[in-house]
DNA sequence: GATGAATGAGCGTTCATTCAT
DNA sequence: AATGAATGAACGCTCATTCAT
């Protein structure tokens, strides 16, 4: 990489970093751009030298992070042995909990803009995430269910995961997230 | 109702309305207080009579709303008969879903911000929200949750339902709604 | 007039004022709105409230300046006693140029954006300019033109004197004012 | 010419063009220096090699394309035969007149900053511009006029020639270019 | 209670210009 | 000679909020 090259990414990486540090701790909307590249230590012209605007860097946070979430998970599930598939899908699962358990504010960011769109998004792009519905897909091989279906079962998982984390964890309602997390398992255990 | 009484309570009734046509329309974000006044025909210092800040309004539209829904459904709800209390349950809940698909607009604004903490007040203030959970816990009677759980589970049911309603009905994602319901009804039989 | 409309004419004639004296001194691109408001006394805020941008001053500017001196000159002329209509139209014209020698920066600043649509709509609008049609259609009313030529006559008698005046009293090209009227009226004796 | 100075007029020609181009098109006010750059194919940098700033390519263009068509009509009229100079002056005028009409965007361009200032220049450094002048004295040889008025002449058929192309082809007032030319014509032969 | 003119901080965005490569 | 990333002053414009009437 040139001396030209390794600037540029370090520009953008600062500007990354800068974002995502006042999306979590002032929120987006107390959020300007002035703030960004004054944090960022560049000028304000070469935000729009990357970027289209705050929700530009906003998206590509959100797609980075999620991306990122979801690919630790996986890579540390499959390094895992299981006796059946729901032990492995609630290991996941779990996995990802106790992670935004930690990273609140991160979770907080996600959560309001993450969308089954996106998940299907970065599951096109990267290899990771299209792991995810091959493990899951594999446990529901001796069900009557067709692929659609699994999918959909998939999305409601997942949903239910995130409003329970979203809620527990961000606003601590209607219980701790460690005293819901049982229900949730059972829940989860219930439908698949 | 005196005539001055009767005068403030329009006036304030068309700024409810004005808002809640242009945040639906327009959005949160595109709507300025100067247009909703404007669309009430009453003046920009009026508004300040009634409502602290655009965020006021929506705040109290969301409640009304959705107290408004909730309520309707568990009126008719409780206008039929049923065989248990899972046909209860799956007829309310198909109420709510039919009502929403045809208020497309009206989702899109409450759902990113309805949360537990909406409901619960709710739920303290208003009589018929209040049935909600009456039917649910004599619908558990017989199981052995207490009823901390009991509001656990029905937690998780209304933030299901309330993710496939958004998904479906206003991203159409990951399918049709109606494609959809098959499967959320199949997996709220599993939780109850 | 209340105390509120009449502090309001206040404030609408300070931007007038400010933009006029600007935009001759300084230039059209070279003004800035902030520049404005600033010599106003009045804040950025109020512009927008009386304005749509910064060519919506300039246009209502040229238009208002130009029907006044026309207004003006056409007063003058009527008050005075003519030969013939030959005399009356370079008295006329005279006026014109005398007057526009003395403001050499509103010649500069109205003839750039002086268009014949801005005549015909003063025309419409300004009882004195539509005096001018009528002086010109009386003068005419002997020759067998009909009345769509007689206003193109009339037409590029004012292109042609408002040509020489900015190229002569702005730009000195091709030769000062009081050396170019001779051939300018007699091209016009010719014209008519 | 060399490789190098066959690549940097290469370059030079591709902004002129590209300037040419986005001014007729988007107009001055809206076109930038990294549009002119992006449509030319050239770095930022590179303009700033040729050109002082965007007004300065505007003013070039104004004098090459002004003194391209006044060459190309001159030559044209040099060409053919005429019983007067009455003749030959109306078939030079009319010959630029129809070709502002075929080129309304480059007459929009180069009206505004034409000026006798801009022609004086073209007469002294291009040979043909220097034949209208030379036409024009040919013609009035027999009348009592000396030199200087002469030129005022010039300058006066040129200016109203002008103003009337400008009005009548693009902003199509007062009338259409083609029923105002039988009376610009008239007026002309009355003038000389 | 109701008005709406006035405010001005603050926003996103542009873009001519520079200069190390 | 050519590049194009970086700059940052400057801009137009918005809009929540105030307050004299």
Redo the contacts between chains.
Sequence with gaps: MSKVQKNKKEKEDSLYTAAYDLFTTKGIHNTAISDIVKKAGVAKGTFYLYFKDKYDVLDKIILNKSTEILSIAIKKTNSEEFLNFEGKLLYFIDYIIEYLKENKLLLKLIY?DL???VI?KAYKDYKEINEIFGMFEEGFKDSNLDK??I???L??II??T???CY?CIV?N???DIDK?KP??FN?IK??I
Excluded: C, H, Q, Y
């Design positions: 309001k969308s089954w769109g299907k659609e279906d999918e959909k079962v999305f409601m949903e239910l995130g409003s329970v809620n606003l309602e209607p219980a819901m229900i949730l829940t219930k439908i």
